[in-house]
C-alpha cells in the first residue's frame, strides 16, 4: 500500500515537470515558422483555396474568383455550399475564416 502510493506521487511529480517542458517544445516550431505574420485570409486561402484558384487566385483547375464582382452574398453562399466541382466549406472554415476570405476576394 505504501509502496504504491509513493509511486502515484513519483508519476505525478514526473507528469507535472515534464508537462510544461513539452508544451514550450511544440510551441517554438510554430512561432518560427511564420516569420512574418500573414493576414488570416491569405493563409485561409492558400490551404484550401489555391490548390484549384491559382496562388493569386487567377484560376487554374477552378475560374480565377480574385479580384470577385461578386456580392458578400453571392461568395458566402458559394464558399458555405460549394458548387459543381468545388466543396463546401460550410463546417470546415469559421465564419470568421468566411468573411475575411470574402472581403479578401472582394479586394477590400
Ligand atoms: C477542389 C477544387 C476547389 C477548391 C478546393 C475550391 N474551389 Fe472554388 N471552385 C472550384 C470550381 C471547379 C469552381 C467552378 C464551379 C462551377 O461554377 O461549376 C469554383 C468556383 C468558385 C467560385 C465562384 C466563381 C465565380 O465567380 O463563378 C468562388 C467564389 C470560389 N470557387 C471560391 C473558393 C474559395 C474561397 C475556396 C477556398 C475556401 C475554394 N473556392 C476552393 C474548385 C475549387
Redesign the pocket.
Known amino acids: 500500500m505504501r509502496r504504491s502510493w509513493w509511486r502515484v506521487v513519483a508519476v505525478l511529480a514526473l507528469v507535472l515537470l515534464l508537462a510544461p517542458a513539452g508544451c514550450q517544445k511544440a510551441a517554438e516550431p510554430a512561432e518560427s515558422d511564420q516569420p512574418p505574420p500573414t493576414p488570416v485570409a491569405a493563409q485561409?486561402?492558400a490551404a484550401?483555396?489555391?490548390?484549384?484558384?491559382g496562388e493569386q487566385?487567377q484560376g487554374a483547375?477552378?475560374?480565377?474568383?480574385k479580384p470577385?464582382?461578386?456580392s458578400e452574398q453571392?461568395?458566402f453562399l458559394?464558399?458555405a455550399d460549394?458548387?459543381?466541382?468545388?466543396?463546401a466549406?460550410r463546417g470546415r472554415?469559421a465564419e470568421s475564416e468566411?468573411q475575411a476570405?470574402?472581403s479578401f476576394?472582394r479586394g477590400e
Not at 484550401?48 to 484558384?53: E, S, T, V, W, Y
Not at 483547375?61 to 474568383?65: D, T, V
Not at 460549394?82 to 466543396?87: A, D, N
Request: charged share 20%; glycine share 16%.
Open positions: 485561409v486561402f484550401n483555396c489555391a490548390g484549384c484558384h487566385g483547375r477552378g475560374p480565377a474568383i470577385s464582382k461578386r453571392e461568395l458559394i464558399i460549394g458548387r459543381g466541382e468545388m466543396p466549406f472554415l468566411v476570405l470574402i476576394l
